[in-house]
């Protein structure tokens, strides 16, 4: 029993070791009635292992007429998501059900709302072409941005 003790005990550090090395690092962003976002560029180390991104609608209107939403795809993806959301409708937020492509989103969202949404950077390669966009029909134009992982 004695030996059993300090085998168990290196378990647990073990099973604990991913989790003390986790590093979540934490975006803010917002986009008004003027279908703009404060950001044009977001950049993440490469040492984040997760990414929080919260969107914030500092404008005055509801979702159904100027909603917005954050997504992160891929730069080459990008009109392709936005082309199956807006097929998809408002009650699907935008998004095709299942869609692969989408890397991460927020739901939508209308004026003085907030939600966040927590990924982990596993899918994404380092230097990678990624874009992040609003997929609410005809706001992708306007609202998007580079996003840089490295």
Same mark, same amino acid.
Not at 73 to 90: E, L, N, R, S, W
């Given at each position: 029993?004695?030996?059993?003790?300090?085998?168990?005990?290196?378990?647990?550090?073990?099973?604990?070791?991913?989790?003390?090395? %986790? +590093? &979540?690092?934490?975006? $803010?962003?917002?986009?008004? #009635?003027? /279908? =703009?976002?404060?950001?044009?560029?977001?950049? @993440?180390?490469?040492?984040?292992?997760?990414?929080?991104?919260?969107?914030?609608?500092?404008?005055?209107?509801?979702?159904?007429?100027?909603?917005?939403?954050?997504?992160? %795809? +891929? &730069?080459?993806?990008? $009109?392709?998501?936005?082309? #199956?959301? /807006? =097929?998809?409708?408002?009650?699907?937020?935008? @998004?095709?059900?299942?869609?692969?492509?989408?890397?991460?989103?927020?739901?939508?969202?209308?004026?003085?709302?907030?939600?966040?949404?927590?990924?982990?950077?596993?899918?994404?390669?380092?230097?990678?072409?990624?874009?992040?966009?609003?997929?609410?029909?005809?706001?992708?134009?306007?609202?998007?941005?580079?996003?840089?992982?490295?």
């Amino acid at each position: 029993m004695r030996k059993l003790i300090p085998t168990l005990l290196l378990l647990c550090l073990a099973c604990l070791a991913p989790t003390a090395f %986790a +590093k &979540t690092c934490n975006v $803010a962003i917002s986009g008004d #009635d003027a /279908m =703009k976002f404060d950001k044009t560029e977001i950049r @993440i180390d490469a040492a984040c292992t997760q990414v929080s991104v919260t969107l914030t609608h500092t404008g005055k209107l509801a979702a159904n007429v100027m909603g917005h939403d954050w997504v992160l %795809a +891929k &730069t080459a993806d990008m $009109a392709g998501i936005d082309a #199956d959301g /807006m =097929k998809a409708g408002m009650a699907a937020g935008f @998004i095709k059900a299942g869609d692969e492509r989408v890397i991460a989103h927020t739901k939508v969202i209308g004026g003085g709302q907030r939600d966040t949404v927590t990924f982990s950077t596993s899918k994404l390669t380092k230097g990678g072409d990624y874009s992040f966009f609003c997929s609410f029909p005809g706001h992708s134009t306007l609202m998007k941005g580079k996003f840089v992982f490295g």
